[in-house]
């Protein structure tokens, strides 16, 4: 089985949400899971070394990251830590055509890497696969892994962070558990209510219910989701079993649903048929495209940093600004994510975990995790996100003007704590964009299912050397 991975070149610009990003930059991408909204730093040089950080007496801490974001945290760290005694050279390089693997797996071969992020498209690449060879365990740094249970650390984030000798290597400080993000005001015309409690019954348990709640959301000239790539990330992410299992392509059975989900949607009109981070996507979310549309499935990063600059306003009453609400949605899942590291090979463990332990499990109100999920790392205003705390998040004040003043984190917490990080494997971002053509040519009716199940199977194949399961 070929076990170099290829990063599609559509995935030019990955995770970073950044509070004082661009909210209206997003990856220009149809078919990956984790294509998500950019900060501006990721279009900038493919390589910047930073020596804004107080030069030490201590040593030079290596970082390397895909973006500014992890960068500018570490910078938050010197600066509360005005004793912490070490230079930090960071190396950012973006995602664009595959650059940030290959040369970060270069550096790490070197031994010029101690600490570097890792998105959820790639992560397990480090934290489980060949990459992780690299990486040291978490309580190798120093960290304390007490504060994992008593920060309240989202489960999948730990799942995803911890090695096949079960040892924790990564965590993400950002939570991407996932809502149902939907327009209070069509909720109101067709359900009497936009009282998230009430809309979450209305919406679930499971795909029977959301179908309902399509069919009376037709009936009043709505489709209930943009496209069917929304729901699609609910569906991979949901999922009892990974693509790939014993080094053989596996369909879930969830995952195989999709065919019949994504063809009852486009059969019966109950969406755009628009395709995700397009044009056409962005127009339902500022209420302009052919129908209104209920809802989107999504974590909050998604809101901050996609809907919000594609909402057609900045402040409520302009475009659909104000009018979203967020609320569980049929199952659990995530979306994305950024996993912090440090390596095997760094003689500064202590001061890497030191940065690490306050990116990642710090829940006082001058940790990271606090400063991020209020919107304080830059002073008060930033914008507020979630984040692998639950702890933090139930002591912190989620309320956005966007979502009509609602605390998003009273729906976030839960969410997080449905999610799984059970199911990824290092091939889903290639797996994830074949599986979705076939679908998508079975749907328009082009092939019939069973051809597009044996099409399937046949491109991973040929482009991954994986055979499916008997």
Known sequence: MKKALSLMAALSLMLSFTACGDSSSVADNTDSSSSEASS?????????????????????????????????????FVELHPDFGYTINDTQIPTTDGLYQPALDQALADGGVDMFAAEAAFVLKYTKGEGSKYVAPYEDLGIDLEKVK??????????????????????????????????????KDVFGTDDPATITKEIGPGWDKFFEAAEKLKGKGYGIVSGDGDMWHAVENSSDQGWVVDDKLVIDAKREEFLDLSKKLKDNNYHNDTQDWTDNWYADMAGTGEKPIFGF???????????AGNSGGEKPGEGTYGDWGVCEPPVGFFWGGTWVLGTKDSDKK??????IEWITLNTDEDGLQYMWANGTMNGEGGTKDTVGSNVVMKK??????????????DVFVPANENATGKNLTPYDEDINSLWRDQVRQYTAGNKDRDTAIADFKQAVLDKLDIEAAE
Not at 53 to 74: C, H, Q, R, S, W
Not at 151 to 175: C, F, M, R
Not at 350 to 355: D, L, P, R, Y
Not at 396 to 404: A, C, I, T, Y
């Open 350 to 355: 202590e001061a890497v975990g030191q940065i």
């Open 396 to 409: 912190s004040n989620g309320e956005l003007d966007f979502l009509g003043g609602q605390n998003m984190f």
């Open 297 to 307: 499935f999504g974590p909050a990063w998604l809101i901050n940093y996609v809907m």
């Open 150 to 187: 008593s920060s309240e650390i989202a489960q999948y984030t730990v799942d995803i962070g911890t090695n096949p000798d079960g040892k924790l290597v990564g965590l993400g400080y950002q939570a991407t558990g996932g809502a149902f993000i939907y327009r209070r005001s069509i909720a």
């Open 40 to 76: 501006e730093a990721s279009s900038e040089a493919s390589s910047e070394e930073s020596s804004e950080a107080p030069a030490g007496e201590k040593g030079v801490i290596n970082l390397y990251a895909f973006t500014d974001e992890v960068p500018n945290m570490v910078k938050k």
